[in-house]
């Protein structure tokens, strides 16, 4: 299978093509995020059904660089049987890491628990869940507010009312980064920070709580999280609209560089496809030097991603 990615309107970015084992086409329009290890294999989630995919990404002088799609991984919620609604993923010493939303369904306001589950991938390429981590985040105060929690509460605010919806992992030294693309009241987004551990372990759910700064896009939409992706120094932070920007409307996105807990964010450059329906959903750094990063920006709302590369200039001082 080899899918192009028509690329008008992204603004000097590179086009990627899609390879490997064939995506059902549904599954193929919802990409939502993406993670690489240091010896090249990578992980591909998306917010339909239950399952992750494993990638290569091939580059050769003078030819398109391509992902290259594996082997599939089952998620199994920790509990419900519904769809997993994978929303992001991550690697950290040895283990690629998932986040279903943890929102309620966008349509109903109601709460599926199999949405709020996070999964760990060992080396030997199985997934386990835990529920621990909604209890965490389901008592963050300005969060607790608009999450959808198992405590009989109905209707639960939806995405569209800015009910709670994490989009956005990072995992570094054992801690887990979340980020939140709702609530995001003026543009100042949520990342919660909980040790790996209390999560996957015994450790106490202790979190630190940041707000970033985003502010809003020029059609005036306030910009929440939609991914988070670890580099020297910091992160990096894909910000698009925190509300359900409609199937017709354009998406597009900043990518912001933000030192981590205590610190605020930078903007660095807009990425992402101008297209009707489509939405700038995952950031995987593919690497940076003493400038610059290279980033790959995966969208939702078109066959395949539209996998694009962009080079990110390096704040300045």
Same mark, same amino acid.
């Given at each position: 299978?080899?899918? !192009?990615?028509?690329?008008?309107?992204?603004?000097?970015?590179? /086009?990627?093509?899609?390879?490997?084992?064939? +995506?059902?086409?549904?599954?193929? $329009?919802?990409?939502?995020?993406?993670?690489?290890?240091?010896?090249?294999?990578?992980? $591909? +989630?998306?917010?339909?059904?239950?399952?992750?995919?494993?990638?290569?990404?091939?580059?050769? *002088?003078?030819? =398109?660089?391509?992902?290259?799609?594996?082997?599939? +991984?089952?998620?199994?919620?920790?509990?419900?049987?519904?769809?997993?609604?994978?929303?992001?993923?991550?690697?950290?010493?040895?283990?690629?890491?998932?986040?279903?939303?943890?929102?309620?369904?966008?349509?109903?306001?109601?709460?599926?628990?199999?949405?709020?589950?996070?999964?760990?991938?060992?080396?030997?390429?199985?997934?386990?869940?835990?529920?621990?981590?909604?209890?965490?985040?389901?008592?963050?105060?300005?969060?607790?507010?608009?999450?959808?929690?198992?405590?009989?509460?109905?209707?639960?605010? %939806?995405?569209?009312?800015?009910?709670?919806?994490?989009?956005?992992?990072?995992?570094?030294?054992?801690?887990?980064?979340?980020?939140?693309?709702?609530?995001?009241?003026?543009?100042?987004?949520?990342?919660?920070?909980?040790?790996?551990?209390?999560?996957?372990?015994?450790?106490?759910?202790? %979190?630190?709580?940041?707000?970033?700064?985003?502010?809003?896009?020029?059609?005036?939409?306030? =910009?929440?999280?939609?991914?988070?992706?670890?580099?020297?120094? #910091?992160?990096?932070?894909?910000?698009?609209?925190?509300?359900?920007?409609?199937? /017709?409307?354009?998406?597009?996105?900043?990518?912001?560089?933000? !030192?981590?807990?205590?610190?605020?964010?930078? *903007?660095?450059?807009?990425?992402?496809?101008?297209?009707?329906?489509?939405?700038?959903?995952?950031?995987? +750094?593919? #690497?940076?030097?003493?400038?610059?990063?290279?980033?790959?920006?995966?969208?939702?709302?078109?066959?395949?991603?539209?996998?694009?590369?962009?080079?990110?200039?390096?704040? =300045?001082?």
């Amino acid at each position: 299978m080899l899918l !192009p990615c028509r690329t008008a309107g992204a603004a000097e970015g590179t /086009e990627w093509a899609l390879a490997g084992e064939p +995506v059902p086409r549904k599954e193929a $329009l919802e990409f939502s995020g993406a993670a690489c290890a240091p010896d090249g294999r990578c992980l $591909l +989630v998306g917010d339909e059904g239950r399952r992750a995919r494993f990638f290569t990404i091939e580059e050769a *002088p003078g030819e =398109r660089p391509r992902i290259v799609i594996g082997a599939a +991984v089952a998620l199994v919620p920790a509990e419900g049987d519904g769809e997993a609604d994978a929303e992001a993923a991550a690697f950290d010493r040895g283990r690629f890491y998932v986040l279903g939303s943890h929102g309620a369904s966008r349509r109903k306001g109601d709460r599926q628990p199999s949405r709020y589950s996070a999964y760990r991938i060992g080396p030997d390429g199985r997934a386990e869940s835990s529920g621990a981590l909604a209890r965490i985040v389901g008592a963050v105060d300005g969060i607790r507010e608009s999450f959808c929690g198992a405590d009989g509460r109905r209707p639960c605010p %939806t995405l569209r009312d800015g009910g709670a919806n994490i989009e956005g992992l990072a995992v570094r030294d054992g801690t887990m980064h979340l980020g939140f693309r709702a609530p995001s009241p003026g543009g100042q987004a949520f990342v919660v920070s909980v040790p790996e551990q209390a999560v996957f372990g015994q450790a106490a759910p202790s %979190t630190t709580v940041s707000r970033l700064a985003l502010g809003a896009d020029r059609r005036g939409r306030e =910009r929440g999280i939609r991914d988070l992706a670890p580099v020297a120094g #910091g992160f990096l932070v894909l910000a698009g609209p925190a509300l359900p920007e409609g199937d /017709e409307a354009e998406g597009g996105a900043v990518v912001f560089f933000w !030192p981590g807990p205590g610190s605020q964010a930078v *903007p660095l450059r807009p990425v992402g496809l101008e297209r009707a329906g489509v939405k700038p959903e995952a950031l995987l +750094v593919l #690497g940076e030097d003493a400038a610059s990063y290279r980033a790959l920006v995966i969208h939702d709302g078109v066959e395949g991603g539209a996998p694009t590369e962009y080079k990110v200039g390096k704040p =300045r001082g």
